[in-house]
């Protein structure tokens, strides 16, 4: 084989069969082997600088470098000392330092200069609420310490209540603090329950009263709710306030404004406030007219102090008709009597033997007049049209008739009496 033809072939393989590639110098002529040693440092180089770039294609950037003295990995020497400037750049980046920026790599640059911008940006924004959530955190810190001191020194109690659960996440003190008794406990969590079943998470605060009362003890509250979030958990918050003392002095004004003085039955203007509700509800009542027999000759002939006596005892036989009875005298010797949940004719019958109760009264042996009374009951229905001024007109126009039809049967236990 001609030398020349040798060393094509030689330098084919180191191009594209590396694995082939294999000069003996001692076949070339002696003219022959300077040259053969040139083209064995060009393949030299070659798998240097073929190794080289494998290593940068695959990102290997701690790999070792080519030869000082190969010259043609400069090139991808140079590219190996920018990729690892970037990559350093890119740890600064990440660290937060958005200062880097890139002067070559053409649109690699661009994007990377854009890229380095937009995070400063958004570091900055960032940066500013860290800030405002740090300041809204120590507001919320210092509300908290502020809310703390002021509902330990709070005279209401306040208590939030999860809403799933009815655990009580806050109270500024504790409960039995507020409550008299501890049989209020189950009441008080009872309202509780029912009132956060009526509040809906989207309404603004709302009022409420609650009166518990265990055997003749009673507490009254008035209440403040608000649905609220408490730590992430939806909750209602109540603001209770201890009204005891005032309801207890508005009871006694009203029963000051509305018991009469000496029987402490409801007087005429509830009586007629109550007849008005009922009707104006159109509902199903019974009203029973009474009146006492002979109470202006007890006065004339005995004193008042005996006809205020003979009141009390009417009052003590009309309490004997039923526990849900409402009493209301009317003035003097007349009473009216409002009942729900009876009809006409029991009612009469149920008055009736308390009339015969009264009557008794006459057979002891210290009588001194005759105790009697005479009624007179109308039914209300749903449909009815009258006033409540008329149901109180026919209910009176039916006790003169029943007291008609027994002025006879009416005999004096002393002296007989006018009938009146």
């Known amino acids: ?247 207890a002095h508005i009871r006694e004004l009203e029963n000051t404004a509305y018991r009469d003085t000496l029987t402490r039955q409801y007087n005429r203007h509830f009586g007629m406030r109550l007849l008005d509700q009922w009707t104006a509800e159109k509902r199903d009542f019974m009203l029973c007219f009474v009146d006492i027999d002979n109470l202006k000759y007890v006065n004339d002939k005995f004193g008042h102090n005996e006809g205020d006596r003979y009141i009390l005892s009417v009052t003590a036989v009309l309490r004997g008709f039923s526990p849900d009875i409402v009493i209301c005298r009317l003035g003097g010797d007349e009473f009216m009597l409002l009942a729900e949940g009876w009809d006409e004719n029991r009612a009469q019958s149920h008055l009736e033997s308390l009339r015969v109760r009264l009557l008794k009264r006459n057979d002891e042996p210290d009588a001194r007049y005759f105790h009697s009374m005479s009624y007179g009951v109308v039914a209300v229905t749903d449909s009815n049209e009258l006033s409540p001024s008329e149901l109180l007109a026919a209910a009176d126009e039916k006790m003169y008739n029943y007291k008609r039809e027994h002025k006879l049967a009416r005999t004096p236990a002393a002296e007989p009496p006018p009938v009146c």
């Open 1 to 247: 084989m001609e030398p020349s033809e040798y060393l094509f072939e030689y330098l084919r393989d180191v191009l594209y069969d590396p694995a082939r590639a294999n000069m003996d110098l001692e076949k070339l002529p002696e003219n022959f082997r300077e040259l053969g040693q040139g083209l064995e440092f060009f393949a030299d180089c070659v798998s240097e600088t073929r190794t080289f770039a494998k290593f940068l294609a695959k990102g290997e950037l701690n790999c070792p470098l080519p030869s000082h003295d190969n010259e043609m990995a400069a090139p991808l020497k140079a590219l190996h000392a920018t990729l690892k400037h970037l990559t350093w750049q890119t740890q600064q980046v990440a660290k937060g330092d958005y200062r880097q920026h890139v002067d070559y790599l053409g649109e690699f640059a661009s994007a990377f200069n854009t890229m380095t911008k937009q995070l400063e940006q958004r570091h900055v924004a960032l940066a500013r609420e860290i800030e405002l959530s740090r300041q809204k955190t120590r507001a919320l810190e210092q509300s908290n310490d502020l809310f703390e001191t002021v509902t330990r020194e709070s005279e209401q109690w306040i208590a939030v209540v999860e809403r799933s659960t009815g655990e009580w996440l806050f109270s500024n003190y504790s409960v039995t603090q507020i409550l008299a008794a501890e049989d209020f406990l189950p009441q008080l969590r009872r309202w509780m329950s029912d009132i956060i079943a009526e509040t809906e998470t989207s309404v603004a605060s709302r009022s409420a009263e609650v009166e518990l009362d265990d055997s003749g003890i009673v507490q009254c509250f008035s209440a403040m709710i608000r649905p609220i979030t408490w730590r992430e958990k939806p909750s209602v918050v109540f603001v209770l306030s201890d009204v005891s003392e005032e309801r």
